[in-house]
């Protein structure tokens, strides 16, 4: 990649703030990272079903590892400094949490996307709301679900009173993580610019995130009053939305970046499709915490029959128009290693299992559903609960771990087949011979899981040189505002081949078929537990 600064030392900053950590990383001119810090935060189970974050502590993260990544550059020589133009936000989604306008302090703790206290408040709108679970889809494309904001929206509402309070006094913001960290950046209660005036933060966000609360029409890119009405919420503590790529202000002073702008804002998953630069009828997985397939749909939303979501891909400017995307969620994958590791002790580090896994050839007919939260696409069950099944005297801690591999990928797999059916121009053929899914995330330096992921897909599946693509793509959004980068450029630089490791299948149709259908077998006895008891 190429700018028209000349020799001029260019560098855009990202902040990635995800489910289990925060990272800031610094990109020079070429889109390569010259220096990163990564910190895990708490994560707080106050009861079961129940996840939660301490926004304090997700923000004093943010401020480490800025200064942190801002040393380890300077030190490699880069005067990042006087060359830092710009710097790019992409978040957890659907994380949401409601603070004090005056006091700058949370009213509670960050309601996390995976979270299910909210069941109740789902089977109570789909009774009462006349088209039930699918009453809102046509205006925001989302089904009634635990995972969306609007629905941790209405349980602080309902069920915290310094929250109720803070509302009918004109005191509460709402915002997911997104906007939490820009009110802060841009001065919060009361902060100073670089030239020492008198600042407030800005209550903002981006149409990505906005998309994910069931409270924005996917057409209008604004809040849909209707929705608002019919739900009880109150537009005032409703951030503005904004595009992807624009610059929406300056850091203030206090902040190890103080008077840089942030100039690009998406969702994890959006942002990861903007890092892989997935143009129309390319779809991408990020494996994290959870898993997360999008198909790029074009201008125009698609609406699923198969239990995906529509929604967003990434709207690169005030002006430019929007893109859509096929979405599939799936809340639990490198979770599940998480739990191997840190619930069973089966392994002492994450970067174990495939070695573990590796030592069997198969999982002796072993097969786990990792439905600790229920089930989200293409299923959307919350009384989904965890099984494993098909165990015997013969299985080993190693089947055990070549399940939990083969679970993320089977998951990816049943979105797949869904977003074939709802989009079936993904190849240009109309088959799915020759299609590929660009993989990103932490888990994908797993060859054994990329390797099984072809296997059980029938397809080929690509890994980019640099596999963490959430921070890239808030760079890109960040560098295109501030011309750093032209649109051109960032989906060129995505398409390279020297840049990209393929997985192509090694199984035949008849065993992987057997496999899915024992698959799906699992799947139906997760159904209807969510009531056992204790």
């Known amino acids: 990649m190429s700018t028209k600064s000349g020799s001029e030392e260019i560098f855009i900053g990202s902040i990635d703030q995800g489910t289990t950590s925060t990272r800031f990383i610094i990109y020079d001119k070429d889109a390569k990272p010259i220096g990163s810090h990564q910190i895990e935060f708490t994560q707080h ?22 200064a942190k990544a801002m040393d380890k550059a300077t030190a490699e020589g880069h005067n990042v400094d006087k060359g830092l133009k710009a ?64 629905l941790k929206i ?14 009918k006094n004109g005191d509460a913001l709402f915002g997911t993580i997104d906007t939490w960290l820009i009110w802060n950046l841009t001065g919060g209660i009361g902060g100073e610019d670089r030239n020492n005036n008198k600042i407030h933060g800005l209550h903002v966000t981006d149409c990505s995130n906005a998309s994910r609360t069931m409270l924005m029409n996917l057409k209008t890119l604004n809040w849909d009053q209707p929705t608002l009405d019919a739900l009880g919420i109150p537009s005032e503590i409703l951030p503005k939305i904004v595009s ?17 702008p942030i100039a690009g804002c998406l969702g994890d998953q959006h942002a990861a499709m903007l890092g892989q630069a997935c143009r129309k009828g390319e779809a991408k997985s990020t494996y994290g915490t959870g898993a997360f397939i999008l198909l790029n749909t074009g201008s125009e939303p698609v609406s699923s029959q198969h239990g995906l979501l529509s929604t967003i891909a ?10 859509y995307a096929l979405e599939g969620s799936i809340a639990i994958a490198g979770a599940a290693v998480q739990w191997l590791r840190d619930g069973l002790g089966i392994i002492k580090t994450a970067a174990e299992i495939e070695m573990l896994a590796q030592s069997v050839e198969n999982t002796g007919g072993v097969y786990f559903v990792p439905a600790f939260n229920g089930l989200f696409a293409p299923w959307w069950r919350d009384d989904a609960r965890g099984v494993c099944i098909g165990m015997t005297r013969f299985t ?37 011979d020759d299609f590929l ?57 995505g398409h390279k081949d020297e840049m990209l490791t393929k997985f192509s299948p090694k199984i035949d149709d008849e065993q992987r078929n057997k496999k899915f259908d024992s698959w799906c077998k699992a799947v139906s006895r997760t159904f209807d537990l969510a009531d056992l008891s204790l």
């Open 45 to 66: 189970y106050p009861e079961a079903g129940w996840v939660e974050h301490d926004p304090m502590e997700i923000l004093e993260s943010v401020r480490t590892c800025m």
């Open 87 to 150: 710097i790019g936000l992409t978040n957890q989604r659907e994380t949401s949490l409601i603070w004090s306008k005056s006091t700058g302090l949370p009213l509670y703790n960050a309601i996390v996307w995976m979270d299910v206290r909210t069941s109740s408040i789902c089977r109570r709108l789909e009774k009462d709301l006349p088209g039930g679970r699918t009453h809102l889809v046509e205006t925001c494309g989302l089904p009634i679900s635990t995972y969306f904001s609007a």
């Open 154 to 167: 209405l349980w602080l509402l309902e069920s915290v009173d310094a929250v109720n309070e803070a509302v």
């Open 244 to 260: 992807n790529s624009e610059i929406i202000g300056e850091i203030a002073n206090g902040w190890p970046t103080a008077g840089v």
């Open 314 to 323: 990434f709207k690169l400017g005030p002006s430019a128009p929007a893109h």
């Open 396 to 432: 080993n801690r190693a089947h055990i771990a070549r399940a939990v591999l083969e679970s993320m990928c089977f998951q990816v797999k049943d979105v797949l087949q869904s977003m074939h059916k709802d989009y079936n121009s993904s190849a240009e053929d109309g088959s799915n």
């Open 437 to 493: 899914l660009r993989v990103d995330g932490g888990a994908t330096v797993n060859n054994l899981l990329m390797q099984i992921q072809a296997d059980l897909l029938g397809s080929s599946v690509v890994r980019p040189a640099d596999i963490e693509t959430t921070a890239l793509g808030a760079a890109y959004a960040a560098g295109l505002a501030t011309g750093v980068w032209t649109e051109e450029e960032i989906f060129e630089a």
